[in-house]
T-cell receptor, first 112, second 114 residues
Framework: GENVEQHPSTLSVQEGDSAVIKCTYS??????FPWYKQELGKRPQLIID?????GEKKDQRIAVTLNKTAKHFSLHITETQPEDSAVYFC???????????FGSGTRLLVRP | GAGVSQSPSNKVTEKGKDVELRCDPI?????LYWYRQSLGQGLEFLIY????????KSGLPSDRFSAERTGGSVSTLTIQRTQQEDSAVYLC????????????FGQGTRLTVV
């Protein structure tokens, strides 16, 4: 079955620096890769997603890249701010089943 | 409603008792997911419903766990003979089937087994 690995599990950066979180997936049939942000005590919320027919997508300070050959995708946050501190989850979904499998999460701390 | 709604928000139950957790997805969403999140951990897939298709139960941890989705809308996750290791936040999410679309999460039910 589908498996998604995510690293690092924790990441601490200085405000203004960039943060990169990486995920790998096992099933080459996966074609949709969302990223969710979960603040303490709140529900996960989508911040950006990418489809398998696209290699990169940007939304202001956030970008996601996808390498289908290597089966990995990454989240890039530039000019980090303290409010970016949260747990970030990557996920992968196959078109055939719509089953959404999440990585184990990355706890990002942005130090002011 | 405007979003995914779960009830109750919190549930404390005694070990060995059965519990039912409810999820009201966004109207029109045909896909519904249940996940379990233990303290400080990731999102563990439990079960997935898609329209009238047979649910994908591959993530249910034991036969004490079951879920139903009536009329293609409301879903109930039932845990029988609860154990302390069942304590976690149970999250429900829904999405449309059409293409690559966002899964919207409910606020979760925090289950504590004492």
């Amino acid at each position: 079955g589908e498996n998604v690995e995510q690293h690092p599990s924790t990441l601490s950066v200085q405000e203004g620096d960039s943060a990169v979180i990486k995920c790998t997936y096992s099933d080459s049939a996966s074609n949709y890769f969302p990223w969710y942000k979960q603040e303490l005590g709140k529900r996960p919320q989508l911040i950006i997603d990418i489809r398998s027919n696209v290699g990169e997508k940007k939304d202001q300070r956030i970008a996601v890249t996808l390498n289908k050959t290597a089966k990995h995708f990454s989240l890039h946050i530039t000019e980090t701010q303290p409010e970016d501190s949260a747990v970030y989850f990557c996920a992968a979904r196959m078109d055939s089943s719509y089953k959404l499998i999440f990585g184990s999460g990355t706890r990002l701390l942005v130090r002011p | 409603g405007a979003g995914v709604s779960q009830s109750p928000s919190n549930k404390v139950t005694e070990k060995g008792k059965d519990v039912e957790l409810r999820c009201d997805p966004i109207s029109g969403h045909t896909a519904l997911y249940w996940y379990r999140q233990s303290l400080g951990q990731g999102l563990e897939f439990l079960i997935y419903f898609q329209g009238n298709s047979a649910p994908d139960k591959s993530g249910l941890p034991s036969d004490r766990f079951s879920a139903e989705r009536t009329g293609g809308s409301v879903s109930t996750l039932t845990i029988q003979r609860t154990q302390q290791e069942d304590s976690a936040v149970y999250l429900c999410a829904s999405s449309t089937k059409l293409g690559w679309t966002e899964a919207f999460f409910g606020q979760g039910t925090r289950l504590t087994v004492v």
